[in-house]
């Protein structure tokens, strides 16, 4: 065995161990940070985003709490995702990145939405029967997670998209803002 091939196989610090552990989990945290607010947004609008109830049909109460088209969600998303970019000193050129990643995540998300809106309708009718039609439902039901399924696969490559857009200490920053409300032990 050569001089490469034994340092190949030598143990990492337990320092440098739990550094690298730490700023995967930071940017964990922070990519799903991005998520939340870009799905509880484009879903449902900002009081949605707070009370994620988005998922449950979005605009309940009296007085909606959502947004009348994408165009508002889309302008919505980009103010809450300028305002996170500031408190990292994103650069103009990864403020434009983001803004196109959030518009595109946008549109991808606004069909997906209105089909939710559409299912919850459906539910509303099928509970409101007489009799209760549970192959219905279990179809309801399994459209309603082919909807969560392509939801997440657009949030993630979107999530990708904005991490890509920003340095490492970007998201570092970001993912320590995060950790402060989801009190995890796991990002340090």
Known sequence: MSEIDR??????????RR????????GVAAASLVAAIASAIAL??????????????G?????GHGFEGSEAAREHAEIAAEWLLRSVDASQEQQARVREVVGASIDALAPLADQHRAHHQALVLLLAQETIDRTALESLRAQELGLAEQA??????SLADVAEALTPAQRAELLAFASRFHHSEDVE
């Open 44 to 57: 449902g609008g900002p009081r949605d985003a707070f009370a994620m109830r988005a998922f449950f049909g």
């Open 59 to 63: 605009r309940h109460g009296p007085h």
């Open 19 to 26: 550094a690298r552990r730490r700023v995967f989990w930071l």
């Open 7 to 16: 340092d190949e196989f030598a143990a990492e610090p337990i320092g440098q």
């Open 152 to 157: 997440s696969r657009t949030l993630t490559a």
